[in-house]
């Protein structure tokens, strides 16, 4: 399932993204979970948040928790990423990923599908 994120950028601190994953396949996320995951240069690809569309359960990393809001359209089809309060350390390349079962998963090799992924860079 082909999957194509859009929304990153140059920001500020303080301020807020919003990114968006389309699936290529109608409303994958009725029947697949749907995550976020982000990698920095020199860094290893690190959980972002993740969501089980149908039930409303959702999971975040501990330095986004609060910050970041997953969610899904009503078709199931779109997946977001509302970012607030930005901070420098989110500077990242950000990828979309479908996992292909609801149940929610933190760590990469848990995902079936990746997007090509979308640069956000913060400044300070």
């Known amino acids: 399932v082909p999957v194509f994120e859009s929304g990153g950028g140059l920001a500020q601190a303080g301020d807020s993204l919003l990114l968006s994953c389309l699936a290529s396949?109608?409303?994958?996320?009725?029947?697949?979970?749907g995550g976020w995951f982000r990698q920095a240069p020199g860094k290893e690809r690190e959980f972002v948040a993740a969501?089980?569309?149908?039930?409303?359960?959702?999971v975040y990393a501990k330095s986004t928790q609060g910050r970041f809001t997953i969610s899904t359209d009503s078709d199931k089809r779109t997946l977001y990423l509302r970012m607030n309060t930005l901070k420098p350390e989110d500077t990242a390349v950000y990828y979309c990923?479908?996992?292909?079962?609801?149940?929610?998963?933190?760590?990469?090799?848990?995902?079936?599908?990746w997007g090509q992924g979308t640069q956000v860079t913060v400044s300070s």
């Open positions: 990923a479908i996992r292909n079962e609801l149940s929610l998963a933190t760590t990469a090799p848990e995902y079936d599908y």
């Open positions: 969501i089980n569309a149908i039930t409303g359960d959702t």
């Open positions: 396949r109608p409303s994958p996320f009725r029947t697949d979970s």
